[in-house]
């Protein structure tokens, strides 16, 4: 018992408690130091992807349920959305890529897009600009192999769907073919609207897009409206076109031909989402991969941007936001990148939207913080019902083992077959929305802003002064005939010169008459406004009066009450004085 101690004592004082901890740490087989660091590692990339597979095993793969956020006397909701299943069901994410990281990923490399043969229209702007309208019919999804002679060609009355891309995608991104063959094989007529410079079209003017640029979109709609009249007309946006589209939704209000819309992933607050890409590292790297994609966007119109932009700014941006301090807020005339995010983010305009609108937006996507998504602005409008997931990633959305589906995609297809079928397919402007003053004083009139009717994108304006007395179905006749590409053999001359003759015609005697119309229909609702201001501000006077009156009156009403009584002491006692 004794010498044991000793051996002990003599190997403790040889041996030092770190030298036994290595030596014990070296009897651990390495293949249980590997698990270990496997599970390490496992546990860091399930919280860095922000997997949710042990929650999917918690509900055992029924997925999570769709949130729906609407007004509670919604037309849009009772007569449309209430009849369509999808959204009031459940949604579960491929099982292999449970995570908005996975999501996002899988939709950008792969994404597995239907084969989509588009047939291109070309479509000059007012200022030169150009716009690639690839159109898929309906007609070549359900009969392969059949040829059209023009590219926009249907009967005039088939529905058309307008689709807005995200930054830096075109109608050759894999999610806009896949929404683009569901809605052509469910029988719209389907055409993308490419923003300029891209779609393989060279920018052909001094005017680039930005994430508040809907003049695009508004020429685009109206031309549609107007070679088509008989057509109803449906646009869906997807991430910054989502919120191009309802921008231009809430500024033109029930102007808007359209019967209705649906924003997918939009970014809703630019400014919350610069700040939440740049939060977190896992972030970070999508704002690398944007920054990359508008770089190569910039290196494809060098002649231009360079010339318009801060070129070696431009090389040198590191961010999302650098991009756009030295080329969009420049090209922009905006004063700063905040005053950019500020002005062309599109919660601004929820309120003035007047079409049946479906938002989808997910919790859990990596690009479009959920902080953004304006929960009350939605439920307060009436027109608008607001879908949300708790996964998803950015336009991901994929289902099934396979991920040939994509959940988004199916629930904009149930959303407008039923508005099809609803009321409001045929009265699309009698809905009516809660009273929200119009955005028309988020126009910046500032000496440094470049004020265009959209207020946002440097354009210079060609239209002469005279021709501000035009009512707008006139610009749109004019420009359906003035601002699209025909092709070589269906140029007529003689039928361009007699439209222009009538345009002199116009410009020489009609525009003073429309301007005295104009001027005697705008007179009476003027005189009637300033007669009620009259009214009310005569009553607001006396209001003002009466609680200056009543929150004087202990101050006041003791002054008075001492100065009568020195004038009551002076009056009695005066005449006895002089007795």
Request: charged share 20%; with cysteine; hydrophobic share 40%.
């Amino acid at each position: 018992m004794t010498m044991d101690c000793v051996n002990s004592m003599e190997l403790l004082a040889v041996d030092s408690p770190y030298e036994l901890l290595f030596k014990a740490a070296l009897l651990i087989p390495i293949s249980h130091y590997l698990l270990g660091l496997l599970f390490v590692l496992l546990v860091f990339l399930y919280n860095f992807l922000e997997m949710h597979v042990l929650g999917d095993l918690v509900t055992v793969f029924k997925g999570q349920p769709v949130t729906l956020t609407y007004n509670s006397s919604s037309q849009v909701y009772h007569d449309v959305v209430s009849k369509c299943k999808i959204v009031h069901g459940r949604y579960l994410s491929t099982p292999w890529l449970c995570s908005p990281h996975l999501q996002t990923g899988f939709l950008h490399f792969f994404g597995r897009p239907p084969v989509v043969n588009y047939k291109r229209q070309l479509y000059i702007t007012s200022d030169g600009g150009t716009i690639a309208l690839d159109w898929l019919m309906n007609v070549d999804v359900k009969i392969p192999g059949t040829q059209l002679n023009d590219a926009a060609q249907n009967n005039g009355k088939e529905p058309i769907m307008i689709v807005v891309p995200g930054l830096t995608s075109d109608s050759d991104s894999s999610y806009v073919k896949h929404l683009v063959f569901k809605m052509a094989k469910s029988g719209w007529n389907v055409v993308v609207s490419n923003h300029r410079g891209l779609g393989g079209v060279s920018i052909t003017s001094d005017c680039f897009y930005n994430a508040g640029w809907t003049e695009d979109v508004r020429k685009v709609i109206d031309h549609l409206h107007c070679q088509y009249p008989e057509a109803p007309l449906c646009a869906v946006g997807t991430s910054i076109g989502a919120n191009i589209l309802v921008k231009y939704l809430g500024e033109d209000g029930s102007n808007v031909p359209l019967i209705g819309a649906a924003a997918i992933c939009s970014p809703w607050d630019l400014s919350i989402c610069d700040r939440f890409i740049n939060r977190r590292l896992v972030q970070k790297f999508y704002d690398k991969a944007l920054t990359f994609g508008l770089k190569g966007y910039a290196d494809l119109h060098h002649a231009v941007l360079s010339r318009l932009a801060d070129w070696e700014g431009i090389k040198k941006s590191r961010s999302v936001r650098d991009f756009d301090n030295y080329a969009t807020r420049i090209v922009g005339k905006y004063e700063t990148v905040d005053t950019y995010y500020r002005r062309c983010s599109s919660s601004s305009f929820i309120g003035n939207v007047m079409v049946p609108l479906l938002c989808i937006s997910t919790i859990d996507d990596p690009v479009c913080t959920s902080e953004a998504i304006p929960w009350d602005e939605c439920r307060l409008n009436k027109n608008i019902v607001l879908a949300t997931t708790h996964h998803g990633g950015h336009l991901g959305f994929f289902e099934g083992i396979t991920a040939k589906s994509v959940w988004w995609v199916r629930a904009v297809d149930e959303f407008f077959g039923a508005l099809q079928s609803s009321p409001l397919y045929h009265k699309k402007k009698e809905i009516s929305v809660s009273s929200i003053d119009p955005p028309e004083s988020l126009i910046d009139q500032a000496p440094y802003l470049n004020v265009e009717e959209d207020g946002m994108v440097t354009a210079v304006r060609s239209e002469p002064i005279a021709d501000v007395g035009v009512q707008r179905k006139e610009d749109i006749n004019q420009n359906k005939s003035e601002d699209v590409i025909p092709h070589a053999e269906e140029i007529d001359h003689s039928t361009r010169d007699k439209e222009n003759e009538k345009i002199e015609l116009i410009g020489s005697s009609d525009i003073t008459g429309t301007i005295e119309q104009d001027a005697g229909g705008i007179t009476v609702p003027v005189k009637k406004c300033l007669n009620q201001i009259s009214r009310q501000n005569t009553k607001s006077l006396w209001l003002l009066a009466y609680i200056a009156i009543i929150t004087t009156w202990p101050v006041v009403g003791s002054a008075v009450l001492v100065f009568l009584k020195k004038k009551f002491q002076n009056f009695f006692l005066g005449p006895s004085l002089r007795r």
